[in-house]
């Protein structure tokens, strides 16, 4: 049997744009496959543009700590492509084994014939595939890109659709006002299906998302702020809702955002009808959930030696302008813990706006070194970040690596040990990852 690289090789023949929202092909595949997606377990479906995955990975995290099995389903990974297909199991699931796998693919590439689709489009009907083979409680199942005509978007029933907070991003497919891209992921909104929605940044998103979830009939519809809230009180989280108060731990992730994220995720999973799942599973998912390249610190490691003794590094792939803006408010969240100065080591794509992102550090980064992001065509160069950054008030140099950022750290003069956060670009994040030996697991 082919190698599911060989097998992915090939998809990228079949249709010449990376990225072409429809239904139609995955619709296509699917009845081939003898639809799959109408054999899987209770879904989740979750869209959003910031803290999709986080909230994914809180429901996880609580489903497993409650006896359950979660298949889950997210993009993009981090290093290999295998992390975006767990398959649920007792006590934790697993990324999907190669063998595996590549059957998927190669039976998927057989049903389709040739025919065009997009490489996202076959690589979901492969997961949609695995996962009605394969027992367990729940699906929770990521959108790609927008959700309205997303490949994930094939699910007539889910148990629930969730949609975390809208920013603006991927203008190109999405809109470029925060109104059109609310409308874009509310439409995975279904008739008769719980809508739960994120407390949200923007007054105009919870408009839209709301005004989307009366008219298609989605029911109930549950409202961050209004009929579930969650704050934290004494240093720990408080969530409540309609009929319930929980006093628990605060999550394991870092930064206010991740309360929200973590009050989402509850919410929806009662929603669901996963509401018995119980205090003791809600207190060991938020203190056990892990998310790699969120938020995450870098303990060990080839490129955790590299680093100037006392120091922290820390790893982010937010990219967007309101990533941008959570992950500065989280920094400086940790800035009143201790006074490690800020150092940022940042990798960009072109088709972000740098300028946005950037911004939100102004003030709290005491100096940036811009690296190129290795084998991507689409990344912008090393320099123009810098330039970016010099031009929105960063102290801006730049590096050829990440190791050399790295090793450049204890050449800039600091009265305390800094505070590294490499950030800018989930490629980079994954690139990182591998290069510092702790790939995701």
């Given at each position: 049997?082919?190698?599911?690289?060989?097998?992915?090789?090939?998809?990228?023949?079949?249709?010449?744009?990376?990225?072409?929202?429809?239904?139609?092909?995955?619709?296509?595949?699917?009845?081939?496959?003898?639809?799959?997606?109408?054999?899987?377990?209770?879904?989740?479906?979750?869209?959003?543009?910031?803290?999709?995955?986080?909230?994914?990975?809180?429901?996880?995290?609580?489903?497993?700590?409650?006896?359950?099995?979660?298949?889950?389903?997210?993009?993009?990974?981090l290093v290999r492509f295998h992390e975006?297909?767990?398959?649920?199991?007792?006590?934790?699931?697993?990324?999907?084994?190669?063998?595996?796998?590549?059957?998927?693919?190669?039976?998927?590439?057989?049903?389709?014939?040739?025919?065009?689709?997009?490489?996202?489009?076959?690589?979901?009907?492969?997961?949609?595939?695995?996962?009605?083979?394969?027992?367990?409680?729940?699906?929770?199942?990521?959108?790609?890109?927008?959700?309205?005509?997303?490949?994930?978007?094939?699910?007539?029933?889910?148990?629930?659709?969730?949609?975390?907070?809208?920013?603006?991003?991927?203008?190109?497919?999405?809109?470029?006002?925060?109104?059109?891209?609310?409308?874009?992921?509310?439409?995975?909104?279904?008739?008769?299906?719980?809508?739960?929605?994120?407390?949200?940044?923007?007054?105009?998103?919870?408009?839209?998302?709301?005004?989307?979830?009366?008219?298609?009939?989605?029911?109930?519809?549950?409202?961050?702020?209004?009929?579930?809230?969650?704050?934290?009180?004494?240093?720990?989280?408080?969530?409540?809702?309609?009929?319930?108060?929980?006093?628990?731990?605060?999550?394991?992730?870092?930064?206010?955002?991740?309360?929200?994220?973590?009050?989402?995720?509850?919410?929806?999973?009662?929603?669901?009808?996963?509401?018995?799942?119980?205090?003791?599973?809600?207190?060991?998912?938020?203190?056990?959930?892990?998310?790699?390249?969120?938020?995450?610190?870098?303990?060990?490691?080839?490129?955790?030696?590299?680093?100037?003794?006392?120091?922290?590094?820390?790893?982010?792939?937010?990219?967007?302008?309101?990533?941008?803006?959570?992950?500065?408010?989280?920094?400086?969240?940790?800035g009143e813990r201790s006074e490690a100065?800020?150092?940022?080591?940042?990798?960009?794509?072109?088709?972000?706006?740098?300028?946005?992102?950037?911004?939100?550090?102004?003030?709290?980064?005491?100096?940036?070194?811009?690296?190129?992001?290795?084998?991507?065509?689409?990344?912008?160069?090393?320099?123009?970040?810098?330039?970016i950054a010099e031009g929105v008030g960063?102290?801006?140099?730049?590096?050829?690596?990440?190791?050399?950022?790295?090793?450049?750290?204890?050449?800039?003069?600091?009265?305390?040990?800094?505070?590294?956060?490499?950030?800018?670009?989930?490629?980079?994040?994954?690139?990182?990852?591998?290069?510092?030996?702790?790939?995701?697991?």
């Amino acid at each position: 049997m082919d190698s599911s690289d060989a097998l992915m090789g090939r998809f990228l023949a079949l249709h010449p744009r990376t990225i072409d929202l429809s239904l139609g092909r995955i619709q296509r595949l699917l009845a081939a496959l003898n639809h799959p997606e109408r054999r899987l377990p209770p879904v989740i479906h979750v869209a959003g543009t910031n803290g999709k995955g986080s909230t994914i990975a809180f429901m996880r995290a609580i489903l497993e700590a409650g006896g359950l099995a979660a298949h889950v389903y997210t993009s993009p990974h981090l290093v290999r492509f295998h992390e975006r297909i767990r398959l649920g199991g007792i006590g934790g699931g697993t990324f999907v084994p190669e063998d595996r796998l590549a059957d998927a693919f190669a039976r998927c590439e057989a049903a389709n014939a040739g025919d065009p689709i997009t490489v996202f489009e076959i690589t979901t009907a492969a997961a949609l595939l695995l996962y009605s083979e394969a027992p367990a409680d729940v699906l929770l199942l990521e959108v790609g890109l927008g959700g309205r005509v997303d490949a994930t978007n094939v699910i007539d029933q889910p148990a629930a659709a969730v949609v975390t907070p809208i920013g603006r991003d991927h203008a190109e497919y999405l809109g470029d006002t925060v109104e059109a891209v609310a409308g874009e992921k509310a439409g995975i909104f279904k008739r008769g299906c719980p809508a739960v929605i994120a407390a949200q940044d923007y007054a105009e998103a919870d408009a839209v998302l709301c005004r989307r979830a009366e008219a298609v009939g989605a029911g109930p519809i549950l409202v961050g702020n209004q009929d579930f809230s969650v704050h934290e009180e004494r240093g720990r989280l408080v969530y409540q809702d309609e009929t319930d108060l929980f006093d628990l731990p605060k999550p394991k992730l870092l930064g206010r955002h991740q309360f929200t994220n973590a009050g989402t995720a509850i919410a929806a999973l009662r929603a669901a009808g996963f509401g018995d799942i119980g205090t003791a599973a809600l207190e060991a998912g938020l203190r056990n959930v892990e998310w790699p390249g969120r938020l995450q610190r870098l303990s060990r490691g080839r490129l955790a030696a590299l680093v100037p003794a006392g120091s922290e590094l820390w790893l982010d792939g937010g990219h967007n302008i309101d990533g941008g803006r959570i992950l500065a408010a989280a920094l400086a969240e940790l800035g009143e813990r201790s006074e490690a100065p800020l150092v940022l080591v940042v990798g960009l794509l072109g088709t972000k706006d740098a300028e946005g992102f950037l911004r939100h550090f102004v003030g709290l980064s005491r100096a940036l070194i811009a690296v190129p992001i290795a084998g991507q065509i689409a990344a912008r160069p090393a320099e123009e970040v810098a330039q970016i950054a010099e031009g929105v008030g960063l102290s801006a140099r730049v590096a050829p690596s990440i190791e050399a950022a790295l090793a450049s750290v204890s050449d800039i003069a600091f009265e305390h040990p800094p505070r590294i956060l490499i950030c800018g670009s989930l490629y980079l994040a994954g690139a990182v990852l591998t290069a510092n030996g702790t790939p995701p697991v």
